[in-house]
């Protein structure tokens, strides 16, 4: 049947937000961590890969610079696709496309599976990246390629002939589709429950290329549309009162008495 | 001024939109799936009404993709719902043009709109510009909105068959509660053991006059709750008075839910739990020791006045 094509993005880690003196965002000493459904996405790959026959290539593209301090957490990300599911990984890093620009991005990942000959029947990513969740970037790159996309898949139900039988999860109800390959996929949490690569696949994948690329090797010029004109950390000022008592009575009295002051009780 | 795209799933998130659409330009409005069905109340806004018979994302987006072309438009607006990103994230794709969903801001300049967003669960907000012409999807309650005092003109839009099948449709298991109305939500995570421990929740938010919620892996994944009852970044938003989170550690895709509550109370028996430094009264304790206790102490208190 054909090749797969795994979109894996390092993300900003939400968990671990850095933040400058003045308040504003601090992108470059924050991490950057493989996106959590991405994983889900690899998985599926993972369980595809048999009927499919071909191989599975992973995708990245950089977003978050200071470039140079981004390596070990881009190799991380991409050795986990690596010793998940993915033959080969192909990772685009580039001043010009940093920071990321959806637009961009797209083209970007359209451009590497055309110039490097991946010829998928199947693409697959995660519904949306847990930095940016704006859930676009599979929508565009189907655009791009002319090929259907078929968004918020909670599950793949059968590989029927050239064509898959899947359910997309919609706002309101959930829709068995059959959709002809080659598509493009992006799939939910819900999908799959991903294992974490074993011990002999982390060892095989330091064995497998991955083949680090600039817009130079894939031919292409890029106009970014948006700028950022600032990122502000949202500051919580929760209150923070611990109730710690060995009588649940007396700590379920303390707390009533807590919300009766705040006028959040009503009785 | 340049034409503005609304796009109405349901006839609720219209109003704003199109309030929005008119300090931009001249907005017409394609309606789909329920708004489709009840197009005479979008018609009163006195615009265009371009009515898509389906309410699948790629109908969707093949019907404004052409009447983007058409029009030539400086903006496309429309609410956050599923469809409407998937089909949105094509459009963007084949056009080129930027495209931002969760907008909790807008303001129009001569050459691009600047607009607000959450970013990383929303710890962080960013301001960003952009060119037009663009595709924003916004929160409600962003724009004004506009008056139902003109008389529109119905046009049908028919698009043709599209690669994607449709073998069969299923309804949602739903329960209807309206969370983001509530003014107590109870909100409950994998710290409850079963889902028949899930009574001791309905029966907290029933004293307090409230609703009860849940975390991703309660709602979509073990399904406890019905999915309307998903509180999170890809769930519902919720600003209730008072979010009691209990058996929740506290991850910022949740959170970021319920970050416009005014008081936050977590119950959690794991002392370093993430959530106590995201609330304003946190109880270390075992929830099923601690829950029946504050049900007890609450029924008293109700029972003396």
Same mark, same amino acid.
């Given at each position: 049947m054909g090749n797969i094509v795994v979109l894996v993005k390092a993300s900003l880690n939400p968990e671990i937000v850095r933040q400058n003196p003045d308040g504003t965002f601090d992108i470059d000493y924050t991490p950057l961590k493989i996106s959590d459904v991405d994983r889900n996405a690899l998985e599926e790959a993972a369980r595809l890969r048999q009927v499919f026959g071909g191989k599975v290539y992973s995708v990245t593209v950089l977003t978050w610079g200071p470039l140079r301090a981004r390596e070990k957490d881009l190799r991380l990300a991409v050795q986990e696709a690596l010793a998940k599911v993915a033959d080969e990984a192909f990772?685009?890093?580039?001043?010009?496309?940093?920071?990321?620009? $959806?637009?961009?991005?797209? &083209?970007?990942?359209?451009?590497?599976?055309?110039?490097?000959?991946? &010829?998928?029947?199947?693409?697959?990513?995660?519904?949306?990246s847990i930095d940016e969740s704006t859930y676009q970037i599979p929508g565009r790159v189907a655009a791009k390629l002319g090929l259907p996309y078929v968004g918020y898949v909670k599950r793949i139900r059968e590989v029927r002939g050239d064509r898959l039988v899947v359910e997309r999860d919609?706002?309101? $109800?959930?829709?068995?589709?059959?959709?002809?390959? =080659?598509?493009?996929?992006?799939?939910?949490?819900?999908?799959?429950? =991903?294992?974490?690569?074993?011990?002999?696949?982390? %060892?095989?994948?330091?064995?497998?290329?991955?083949?680090?690329?600039?817009?130079?090797?894939?031919?292409?010029?890029?106009? %970014?549309? %948006?700028?950022?004109?600032?990122? %502000?950390?949202?500051?919580?000022?929760?209150?923070?009162?611990?109730?710690?008592?060995?009588?649940?009575?007396?700590?379920?009295?303390?707390?009533?008495? $807590?919300?009766?002051?705040e006028g959040v009780l009503r009785f | 001024m340049g034409n503005v795209i609304v796009v109405s799933q349901r006839p609720s998130d219209a109003g704003e939109l199109v309030g929005l659409a008119r300090s931009i330009g001249d907005p017409v409005i394609v309606?789909?799936?329920?708004?489709?069905?009840? +197009?005479?109340?979008?018609?009163?806004?006195?615009?265009?009404?371009?009515?898509?018979?389906?309410?699948?994302?790629?109908?969707?987006?093949?019907?404004?993709?052409?009447?983007?072309?058409?029009?030539? !438009?400086?903006?496309?607006?429309?609410?956050?719902?599923?469809?409407?990103? #998937?089909?949105?994230?094509? @459009?963007?794709?084949?056009?080129?043009?930027?495209?931002?969903? #969760?907008?909790?801001? @807008?303001?129009?300049?001569?050459?691009? /709109? @600047?607009?607000?967003?959450?970013?990383?669960?929303?710890?962080?907000?960013?301001?960003?510009?952009?060119?037009?012409?663009?595709?924003?999807? +916004?929160? !409600?309650?962003?724009?004004?909105?506009? !008056?139902?005092?003109? @008389?529109?003109?119905?046009?049908?839009?028919?698009?043709?068959?599209?690669?994607?099948?449709?073998?069969e449709v299923k309804a949602k298991e739903l329960s209807g509660v309206n969370l983001e109305a509530a003014e107590v939500i109870v909100g409950v995570g994998r710290g409850f053991k079963a889902k028949e421990d899930l009574s001791m929740a309905f029966e907290l938010a029933k004293l307090l006059g409230g609703q009860v919620g849940g975390t991703r892996p309660i709602a979509a994944d073990l399904k406890w709750l019905p999915e309307d009852a998903w509180i999170g970044i890809s769930g519902k938003r919720v600003?209730?008075?008072?979010? /009691?989170?209990?058996? /929740?550690?506290?991850? !910022?895709?949740?959170?970021?839910?319920?970050?416009?509550?005014?008081?936050?109370?977590?119950?959690?028996?794991?002392?370093?739990?993430?959530?106590?430094?995201?609330? #304003?009264?946190?109880?270390?304790?075992?929830?099923?020791?601690?829950?029946?206790?504050?049900?007890?102490?609450?029924?008293?208190?109700?029972?003396?006045?």
């Open positions: 990772v685009v890093a580039d001043e010009s496309i940093i920071p990321g620009d $959806y637009t961009v991005t797209a &083209n970007v990942i359209a451009a590497v599976i055309k110039k490097m000959g991946l &010829n998928p029947s199947l693409i697959l990513a995660g519904e949306a919609l706002e309101d $109800y959930i829709e068995v589709l059959e959709v002809p390959l =080659p598509a493009v996929l992006s799939v939910t949490q819900e999908v799959n429950e =991903p294992r974490p690569p074993t011990l002999i696949q982390i %060892r095989m994948a330091s064995r497998k290329p991955i083949h680090m690329l600039t817009l130079k090797d894939l031919g292409l010029d890029v106009k %970014r549309q %948006r700028s950022i004109l600032d990122m %502000r950390v949202v500051t919580v000022s929760r209150k923070q009162v611990l109730i710690e008592e060995a009588s649940m009575e007396k700590a379920a009295l303390k707390l009533v008495e $807590y919300l009766e002051k | 309606a789909f799936q329920d708004s489709a069905e009840r +197009v005479e109340e979008l018609l009163s806004y006195g615009y265009k009404v371009y009515r898509v018979k389906s309410s699948r994302p790629e109908v969707l987006a093949k019907a404004i993709s052409t009447l983007y072309n058409e029009l030539k !438009p400086k903006l496309i607006v429309g609410p956050n719902t599923r469809n409407v990103k #998937d089909a949105m994230a094509w @459009v963007a794709g084949l056009h080129d043009i930027h495209m931002a969903p #969760d907008v909790a801001g @807008v303001r129009v300049e001569p050459d691009g /709109i @600047v607009y607000k967003r959450g970013f990383l669960s929303e710890r962080v907000t960013m301001t960003v510009k952009a060119p037009y012409p663009a595709i924003i999807l +916004v929160n !409600p309650r962003v724009a004004e909105p506009a !008056p139902r005092e003109g @008389v529109g003109e119905l046009i049908e839009l028919n698009v043709g068959d599209t690669m994607v099948r449709v073998l600003a209730p008075k008072l979010y /009691i989170a209990i058996g /929740i550690s506290g991850a !910022p895709q949740h959170m970021s839910g319920v970050s416009g509550s005014k008081v936050i109370v977590a119950v959690n028996k794991d002392k370093s739990a993430p959530i106590f430094k995201q609330a #304003d009264y946190g109880v270390v304790a075992d929830l099923y020791k601690f829950i029946p206790a504050l049900i007890d102490v609450l029924k008293r208190r109700r029972g003396s006045t």
